[in-house]
């Protein structure tokens, strides 16, 4: 089951500037996965930025534009998967793309890219009020822990 075993998180983002980057593809899953980020950190003490660009391939890009601007980020998209090999080129570049852009930067970023084989799958991880999942919200949680890790090692 998705979901299961996942971390309770509390977080605290009070004084943080976070980025929170969307794709532009499935208007319903998107707004409910930027609206629950966004809530997220707001909820936590954190001032969001929201950057929308084109698509999930986008993504890491842009996260490298905002990396050194922000405490951290949260990237967030839809990729479904159709009858061809693009759905497995966009997940990959993706996922590669944000995993390269916080390992030369050092800036954590919460991954909230959905990777589904229908769109059904999607909306129930999109946090909508009949969702079983809500990968806005613990997307968020994700860079907010990990800032506070990482400000557990530095003192």
């Excluded at 991954?111 to 079983?132: H, I, K, M, N, Y």
Aim: hydrophobic letters at 45%; a negative charge.
């Amino acid at each position: 089951m998705a979901g299961s075993g996942s971390p309770i998180l509390t977080v605290d983002g009070t004084g943080r500037r976070i980025a929170v980057v969307a794709s532009s593809w499935h208007d319903v899953i998107m707004a409910a996965l930027v609206d629950n980020a966004v809530s997220t950190l707001e909820d936590a003490g954190a001032a969001a930025t929201v950057v929308r660009v084109p698509g999930t391939f986008e993504l890491p890009v842009a996260c490298r534009q905002l990396a050194d601007h922000f405490d951290g980020l949260v990237a967030l998209g839809v990729v479904i998967r159709g009858g061809t090999p693009h759905f497995d080129y966009v997940c990959a570049g993706a996922t590669q793309g944000i995993i390269d852009v916080m390992t030369r930067t050092g800036t954590p970023i919460g991954f909230g890219v959905l990777t589904c084989d229908t769109e059904q799958q999607a909306l129930a991880r999109a946090g909508l009020p009949d969702s079983p999942e809500n990968k806005g919200r613990e997307a968020a949680e994700a860079v907010l822990a990990t800032l506070t890790a990482f400000d557990a090692i530095r003192t």
